[in-house]
Nanobody, 122 residues
Framework: QVQLVESGGGLVQPGGSLRLSCAASGRITMYAMGWFRQAPGKSREFVGAISWSGVTYYADSVRGRFTISRDNAKNTVYLQMNSLKPDDTAVYYC?????????????????WGQGTQVTVSS
């Protein structure tokens, strides 16, 4: 069982940056890790994922602005978000897949964090 805790959310102006962290309670070396988000009234949306080997995948809406990285020694995954837009406002969730699939499909992730709010507004 892996528990995930996100941090780093908050209020930022358009064009600003935030870095989200996701700390896992156990070793995630062979896990694929993903980030999803959900805005009010909208369905859950894939943001990006990183495989156990460090290969990254991104949604078209964030590619070039967001970067996922991982530090296996710290059992932590990061989501660096730059050039933020109001449309990026959502609750961001960290996820883990013990089968290492790095899928864009939310139901292929077994473990989820509680989420952290990101609000982009002037």
């Amino acid at each position: 069982q892996v528990q995930l805790v996100e941090s780093g959310g908050g209020l930022v102006q358009p064009g600003g940056s935030l870095r989200l962290s996701c700390a896992a309670s156990g070793r995630i070396t062979m896990y694929a890790m993903g980030w999803f988000r959900q805005a009010p009234g909208k369905s859950r949306e894939f943001v990006g994922a990183i495989s156990w080997s460090g290969v990254t995948y991104y949604a078209d809406s964030v590619r070039g602005r967001f970067t996922i990285s991982r530090d296996n020694a710290k059992n932590t995954v990061y989501l660096q978000m730059n050039s933020l837009k109001p449309d990026d406002t959502a609750v961001y969730y960290c996820t883990a897949d013990k089968l290492g699939r790095a899928s864009r499909t939310f139901n292929e992730y077994e473990y989820w964090g509680q989420g952290t709010q990101v609000t982009v507004s002037s």
